[in-house]
C-alpha cells in the first residue's frame, strides 16, 4: 500500500502543482490521504484529455463508480489511486455519495453541450470543486462549524469558477463552453461564437461578469479566517484572488492563456498559510 501512496505524490506533484503544494501544509499523518483523494480527482478531471469519444470517456467513469462501490475485485488492485483511495475511505469513512458525484459531475467534461446556465455550473462546481475541498476537510477532522461550512462552500465555488475561467482558451479551442448560455446570451453572444474563437466584446462582458461573481464568492467565504487543521484544506483557495487579477488582463484577448507563475503560486500559499494560524 505505501507503494501506491507514493504513485499519487508523484502524480499530484506532476499534474496539480497547486495542490501539491498546499499538501506539504498538511499534517504529515493525513499528507498521503490527502493525496490519494487528490490523485482520484487528477484521473478523474483528465479523462477527456485522454478519450476521443464520449463512449471510452464514460467506461471509465463506471469502472471508477464500480471500484468505489466494491465491485471492481482484482482490477482494483491494478490501480495504485483506486487501492490508495479505498484504503483512505475505508480508514476515515469518507461519504461514497460525495465522491460518486464528482465521478456523475465530470460526465458533462465528455460532450460538448454548453453549460446552459450559472445554477447549473454552480451545481457542477459544488460536486467537483466545493466536494473535494470538502472531503479534504473531512481527512483533517477539522472542528466543524457554520464559519467552515460557508468558506468551504462559497471558497470552493469561488475556485471552480476560477479554474473554468483559466481553463476558457483551452476549453473553446476543444469545442466546450462551461461559460453558462444564459450569460452569455445577456452579452449578445451564442456558444458558437466561443468555439469559433470570435474576439467579439461580448464575450469579455460575459467572463467579466463570471469572474465578478467569483470574486464575490471569495470576499463572502472568509477561509482566511478558518485556523487550525482544517487550513490547509483551504489553502488553494489563496491563489484565487491573484489569479481574478490576471485574468482582468484577458478583457483584450478572452482566448489567450493566462495563468499565475510558479513562483507566484509558491509564495501566494506560504503567505496564506501564515496567515491562517
Not at 483523494?37 to 463508480?65: C, M, S
Not at 470543486?129 to 471558497?155: D, M, W
Not at 487550525?228 to 491563489?239: H, R, V, W
Request: a negative charge; hydrophobic letters at 45%; charged letters at 25%.
Amino acid at each position: 500500500m505505501d507503494e501506491a501512496y507514493r504513485y499519487c505524490e508523484a502524480l499530484v506533484r506532476d499534474s496539480d502543482k497547486e495542490r501539491f503544494l498546499a499538501s506539504l501544509f498538511v499534517p504529515a499523518d493525513r499528507r498521503m490521504h490527502v493525496l490519494a483523494l487528490y490523485a482520484f480527482n487528477i484521473e478523474i478531471a483528465r479523462i477527456r484529455d485522454v478519450v476521443h469519444e464520449p463512449l471510452p470517456g464514460e467506461i471509465r467513469l463506471q469502472w471508477w463508480r464500480d471500484a468505489l462501490a466494491g465491485q471492481g475485485h482484482g482490477e482494483v488492485a491494478g490501480s495504485p489511486v483506486a487501492a490508495a483511495l479505498i484504503d483512505t475511505m475505508e480508514r476515515f469513512e469518507l461519504p461514497r455519495d460525495a465522491l460518486q458525484a464528482l465521478i456523475d459531475a465530470h460526465g458533462f467534461d465528455l460532450y460538448d453541450d454548453p453549460m446552459g446556465s450559472l445554477d447549473e455550473l454552480e451545481d457542477y462546481v459544488r460536486k467537483t470543486s466545493v466536494a473535494l475541498i470538502g472531503l479534504a476537510a473531512e481527512l483533517l477532522r477539522p472542528f466543524k462549524s457554520t464559519e467552515l461550512a460557508k468558506a468551504i462552500e462559497a471558497g470552493g465555488i469561488a475556485y471552480g469558477l476560477a479554474a473554468v475561467l483559466r481553463a476558457f482558451p483551452r476549453h473553446a479551442a476543444r469545442g466546450q463552453v462551461y461559460v453558462p448560455r444564459d450569460l452569455l446570451s445577456r452579452h449578445g453572444v451564442s456558444p458558437d461564437d466561443v468555439t469559433a474563437g470570435h474576439k467579439i466584446p461580448g464575450v469579455s462582458q460575459a467572463l467579466a461578469e463570471l469572474r465578478d461573481h467569483a470574486q464575490r464568492q471569495l470576499d463572502d467565504s472568509g477561509f482566511a479566517r478558518i485556523g487550525g487543521t482544517a487550513a490547509a484544506a483551504l489553502l488553494p483557495l489563496g491563489l484565487v484572488g491573484p489569479l481574478l487579477k490576471k485574468l482582468r488582463r484577458q478583457d483584450d484577448d478572452p482566448f489567450a492563456a493566462i495563468d499565475l507563475p510558479q513562483w507566484r503560486k509558491q509564495w501566494v500559499l506560504w503567505q496564506t498559510a501564515r496567515r491562517q494560524r
